[in-house]
């Protein structure tokens, strides 16, 4: 697929150089390259998103600039607009300033996730003092019983399937699992990123710092835990997330949790901290469960058709990939906590 060309001409940018980039779940994504060598992103947003998100995005980056961090930016239409919808399927599209930076699939030692942690809760604080009314609330997004009872449904509508018989024996570890959760403590909602995984975070290539966050579509109202277990559980993971041998490294969740710590000591709460560890394991679970059902729904995560030979395929690794991360970090569990303890409880 290539950009639509009505997008390219709202933009002034027809004569632009495309280029595809193939990270993201979600969005289908160009960089724009223009004769004057100036860059920006292109994105075919996922129709599970209102081109009113957009309006959002405008908003945090907004604030997240004044308070001095970079940021990529929303670029208007000629004639104003923050986003344009192409008729019949063309689908909703938006432009933005490029951001240079490194991205990463998976970090490979503690120095990585400090930076990673430091970032994350830099973004954290620029957001501290924003109100706004997101036209893109994304309520329940951490709904586990949720997505729980849609595994669930995956497995009763789907008995046809033609990978069922690999697939409802993963669904069913996944599912004992989470009858095993521990309960979270309940915690305010703050505005935090809403999918801070590894690759939507930038990093320089000389120094190896963190420089932005990017794919800003999620960013809304959520439980701080259950933000950090969600990076925790693709930070601290090496293998990454299209591999069955997920592993949970103590050094590198201690690296983040001191980066994260560095920058938001006496922001966050005893209690946030205290639910970090379970918070992580039910981020993991959750995920897995996602992953399960949709390798039967095939309908809403991207897929890798280089590397696998379905949707299917692609999605029943990634959920045993993180059915044996839940099980790693388990055996650890102890000892996580007691990292947490340590660094949680440094003084700033």
Not at 166 to 179: G, R
Not at 286 to 292: D, I, Q, S, V
Not at 326 to 337: F, N, P, V
């Amino acid at each position: 697929m290539t950009p639509e060309p009505a997008v390219l001409e709202a933009y002034g940018l027809s004569h632009a150089a495309t280029a595809r980039i193939d990270s993201g779940l979600i969005n289908r994504t160009w960089r724009l390259t223009t004769a004057d060598r100036r860059q920006f992103v292109l994105q075919r947003v996922s129709p599970v998103f209102p081109g009113a998100v957009n309006g959002d995005i405008d908003v945090v980056t907004s604030h997240v600039a004044a308070a001095g961090l970079a940021t990529p930016r929303i670029v208007p239409t000629r004639d104003g607009r923050s986003w344009i919808d192409v008729p019949g399927n063309g689908g909703s599209w938006r432009l933005m300033t490029w951001m240079a930076g490194d991205s990463r699939d998976s970090l490979s030692d503690a120095s990585q996730a400090f930076e990673a942690g430091r970032l994350l809760g830099r973004f954290h604080r620029a957001l501290e003092g924003l109100q706004h009314s997101f036209a893109n609330p994304r309520l329940g997004v951490h709904d586990t019983a949720r997505h729980l009872a849609n595994l669930r449904t995956a497995l009763q509508t789907h008995h046809g399937h033609s990978r069922f018989g690999d697939i409802e024996p993963l669904a069913a570890e996944i599912l004992a699992q989470a009858d095993r959760l521990p309960e979270l403590p309940a915690t305010p909602d703050r505005i935090v990123h809403g999918d801070p995984k590894i690759n939507n975070m930038l990093f320089d290539p000389a120094t190896g710092a963190g420089v932005a966050l990017v794919d800003l579509d999620t960013v809304g109202y959520m439980p701080l835990p259950l933000e950090l277990g969600d990076a925790f559980r693709s930070w601290c993971n090496p293998a990454g997330e299209n591999d069955r041998s997920g592993v949970f490294s103590p050094e590198l969740f201690r690296g983040a949790l001191q980066g994260y710590r560095e920058q938001v000591a006496g922001w966050i709460t005893p209690a946030e901290i205290d639910a970090l560890v379970p918070a992580t394991l039910t981020i993991i679970v959750e995920l897995a469960a996602r992953f399960c059902a949709d390798a039967l729904n095939e309908s809403y995560f991207g897929w890798d058709s280089q590397r696998f030979a379905s949707r299917s395929e692609h999605n029943q690794v990634r959920a045993a990939g993180q059915l044996t991360l839940a099980s790693s970090l388990r055996d650890q569990y102890g000892a996580l906590t007691d990292i947490v303890n340590q660094v949680g409880g440094q003084s700033s």
